[in-house]
């Protein structure tokens, strides 16, 4: 199978999960503060289908693959309604951070699984083309897909879940406005994501990507990985 088509399905085999766990950690945080809006409309399941946004979960990740640079998008967001949290600014930036904190913690499974499968590949399993398939280009990619998904949602610009912090430091009236701001945030966003690589020549947002998570995926990895 040519290796430009194996990267291909691996990219897809790693963002799948990478967005499904992140989304469904939102809803299962707001679920355990007391929000029951995720579960009653089914966003508390694992099947991609129920998460799936067209633009920002197939589109966007294929120009971004398309362009050659590092693969991000979203998901449709798991509804929650801070009403029911005991305390609402608080219970913003749990539920916020929980979906990055989701894909830290299958970036770290994924980097066990390396190390533990390191011996087998000494050991002559690389021969099996299955198993390298698995080890050299599948994990690897799974975990650099985790670690920039977390990382790209920390950015602290709404709607992004960086931002759910912010709540903690306004007042009830900024707020509010904090939540009508969040309705529009995301066109925006996406569109200077986009434009602003394409006409200034300088991807702000992979830099910072390329620094954050993939200095963390270097430290994760073996050497050459």
């Given at each position: 199978?040519n290796?430009?088509?194996?990267?291909?399905?691996?990219q897809?085999?790693?963002?799948?999960?990478?967005?499904?766990?992140h989304?469904?950690?939102?809803?299962?945080?707001?679920?355990k503060?007391?929000d029951?809006?995720?579960?009653s409309?089914?966003?508390?399941?694992?099947?991609?289908?129920?998460?799936?946004?067209?633009?920002?979960?197939?589109i966007?990740?294929?120009i971004l693959?398309?362009?050659?640079g590092?693969?991000?998008g979203?998901?449709?967001p798991?509804?929650?309604n801070?009403?029911?949290?005991?305390?609402?600014?608080?219970g913003?930036?749990?539920?916020?951070?929980?979906?990055?904190?989701?894909?830290?913690?299958?970036?770290?499974?994924?980097?066990?699984?390396v190390?533990?499968?390191?011996?087998?590949?000494?050991?002559?399993?690389?021969?099996?083309?299955?198993?390298?398939?698995f080890?050299?280009?599948?994990?690897p990619?799974?975990?650099?897909?985790?670690?920039y998904?977390?990382?790209?949602n920390?950015?602290?610009?709404?709607?992004?879940?960086?931002?759910?912090?912010?709540?903690?430091?306004?007042?009830?009236?900024?707020?509010?406005s904090?939540?009508?701001?969040?309705?529009?945030?995301?066109?925006?966003?996406?569109?200077?994501?986009?434009?602003?690589?394409?006409?200034l020549?300088?991807?702000?947002i992979?830099i910072?990507?390329?620094?954050?998570?993939?200095?963390?995926?270097?430290?994760?990895?073996?050497?050459?990985?």
């Open positions: 199978m290796i430009t088509v194996i990267f291909i399905v691996c897809v085999l790693s963002f799948v999960p990478a967005i499904v766990f989304e469904v950690a939102h809803g299962f945080a707001a679920s503060l007391g029951p809006t995720a579960r409309q089914g966003r508390l399941s694992l099947n991609p289908l129920r998460h799936i946004d067209p633009f920002g979960t197939v966007l990740p294929a693959m398309f362009m050659g590092p693969v991000f979203y998901a449709k798991v509804p929650y801070p009403l029911y949290f005991k305390d609402r600014r608080k913003e930036a749990i539920v916020g951070l929980a979906g990055p904190a989701a894909n830290l913690v299958m970036a770290l499974i994924g980097a066990a699984l190390w533990l499968f390191s011996p087998l590949m000494s050991a002559g399993l690389g021969g099996s083309l299955v198993f390298s398939v080890y050299l280009v599948f994990l990619t799974f975990i650099r897909i985790n670690l998904f977390m990382f790209f920390l950015i602290p610009i709404p709607p992004l879940d960086g931002s759910s912090v912010i709540a903690l430091f306004l007042s009830n009236k900024q707020l509010a904090y939540y009508r701001i969040q309705a529009y945030a995301l066109p925006i966003f996406m569109a200077v994501v986009i434009l602003v690589p394409y006409i020549h300088i991807n702000p992979g910072y990507l390329n620094a954050t998570a993939g200095s963390l995926a270097s430290l994760l990895l073996p050497a050459g990985l």
